[in-house]
């Protein structure tokens, strides 16, 4: 198991998640957990329904199933541990903990990322040539090109935890959040960052904007195809609602999260973000 940075002092975080108030937090509990739940099972009924009926067992449906399991990962890196807070006067996780929850949550963004763009593709491809469709995507290049994102995001992920983690830890130790999360963790650290947010600056090129970019590209060419059709242009984007409302959902809340100047921590204002830690800490 990941041990972390043998000369950091810090060996756990406080994650004060989104209130601190012990009544508040007991009536988000049943709140976030029946949020949870539904999640999972209506994941996990669309999973089991693609399975058991062989008429979906084809490329869009086999990528809404991964998206599903996807979205089951994503989900419970986090929301588990955040419930688990809710109930506990001590909020803390430890370093191995944090370091293993940052490693899944961009693990499974990073490969939503890729698998978005790789179905914009397949909408692409289904409206633009579709006699060619079941040539181009096959079930087997389905499934490679779903493997190939798994894969890509595992280590891009893999080596963006490893250079967040291999940073010293002095203290303080309180994330002003309810989980690990990257910019939160640079600002804790009382280690030089510069390289660290230059790798930061390019997997968020890699796995934002070139997929995004694939998407703009799709959807544009398909734009254009249904505009220039005689017959079925409404059932034709139908195909495309879905899918475009997640990713507006997904990259917008990304780029807003993400894609900010305070997104990348420098050395001139890390010292006063560590003060303004300590004085809430006091």
Known sequence: MYTGNQSSTVREFILLGLSTDPVVEILLFPFFLAVYMTTLMGNLLLIVAVRTDKRLHISMYIFLSSLSFLDICYTSSIVPKMLVNFLSSKKSISFAGCAIQFFFFLFMGETE?????LMAYDRYVAICTPLHYNRIINTK?????IAISWLTGCIISSIDTYVTFRLTFCGPNIINHFFCEAPLLLQLSCSDISSVNIIKLAGTAILLFIPLSLILISYLRII???MIMHLGKTKAFSTCISHLVVV???????MFMYVRPEHFVTE???NTL???TTKQKK
């Open 113 to 117: 990322c890729l698998l978005l763009a």
């Open 224 to 226: 254009v195809t249904i």
């Open 141 to 145: 290049v389905c499934l490679w090109m």
């Open 268 to 270: 001139n204002n890390e």
């Open 274 to 276: 560590k003060d303004n």
């Open 248 to 254: 507006i959902i997904f990259y917008g809340t990304a």
